[in-house]
């Protein structure tokens, strides 16, 4: 897959590209690590945050918005998504669907992956979860997995 400096994310609606950086997007140029801080101000162009886990003096290369439906701190102020799905989704499984990923993943599927602006009964849908090609369908409140398969995920 190639990196693209702008996303289209599904909860602002989808239909406009923001920068990546901007974002939550998995979709990025590299492997660095990930931490929920507090933003403590502003020193000139220097960015000060308080409470993550690296190294004093560590670069901070990647700011992401908080989302309180997704994080853990239930404190903390709002960033510019404000709330959960109203209505999850509920999830049905294949017959012979591996127990240890349903869990994980119905959490997932239920808060509906799809692009805001998308509501095509039939549609399939699809994304790469555990190194295999998830695919499922959504009609009215359920969510239905079709396919959890090897076989075409890159």
Wanted: glycine share 10%.
């Amino acid at each position: 897959m190639s990196w693209h400096p702008t996303v289209r994310p599904p909860r602002l609606g989808g239909n406009q590209s923001v920068g990546v950086w901007a974002t939550r997007s998995p979709f990025r140029p590299n492997p660095l690590g990930l931490s929920c801080v507090e933003f403590a101000g502003l020193d000139g162009l220097d960015i000060l945050v308080r409470g993550a886990d690296l190294m004093d003096g560590t670069p901070v290369y990647d700011i992401k918005p908080y989302v309180v439906y997704a994080d853990s701190f239930p404190d903390a102020a709002r960033g510019f998504v404000t709330g959960a799905p109203e209505h999850p989704l509920k999830v049905i499984f294949p017959e012979g669907f591996p127990e240890e990923y349903r869990a994980v993943l119905e959490e997932v599927l239920s808060m509906d992956p799809r692009p805001a602006y998308q509501d095509e009964p039939g549609r399939i849908y699809g994304f790469p979860f555990y190194g295999r090609d998830l695919r499922f369908r959504v009609d009215g409140d359920t969510l239905e997995v079709l396919q959890w398969d090897i076989k075409g995920c890159r």
